[in-house]
Nanobody, 116 residues
Framework: VQLVESGGGLVQPGGSLRLSCAVS????????AGWYSQAPGKERELVAA???????DYADSVKGRFAVYREKAKKTVDLEKNNLIPEDTAVYYC???????????WGQGTQVTVNL
């Protein structure tokens, strides 16, 4: 299973970005998917997780600003990020948890920098 992230970059405060994670496995074999972030000097932490469209989790710091999607047709897991603030600056990693194996798979990470 391979995961490849895209969509990171430099954005001004208040701006938006959409991160996309291309998954080589069929999304029907994925139990859960989502995104973690890791800021410099900090541990990796959960940003958003999705099991179904009605079963999602978000970090308190991003509730109301970020949304996670499982795009079955595109075979991607996307993270829509709005109203970005400098504290959102981090490397963002997508992950999936395989339905049968229970194993976790990770992408290589994509940098998001929020700055003027």
């Amino acid at each position: 299973v391979q995961l490849v992230e895209s969509g990171g970059g430099l954005v001004q405060p208040g701006g938006s970005l959409r991160l996309s994670c291309a998954v080589s496995a069929r999304l029907s074999t994925v139990y859960a998917a989502g995104w973690y972030s890791q800021a410099p000097g900090k541990e990796r932490e959960l940003v958003a997780a999705i099991r179904t469209a009605s079963d999602q989790d978000y970090a308190d710091s991003v509730k109301g600003r970020f949304a996670v999607y499982r795009e079955k047709a595109k075979k991607t897991v996307d993270l829509e990020k709005n109203n970005l603030i400098p504290e959102d600056t981090a490397v963002y990693y997508c992950y999936i948890q395989h339905l049968w194996e229970g194993s976790f798979y990770w992408g290589q990470g994509t940098q998001v920098t929020v700055n003027l």
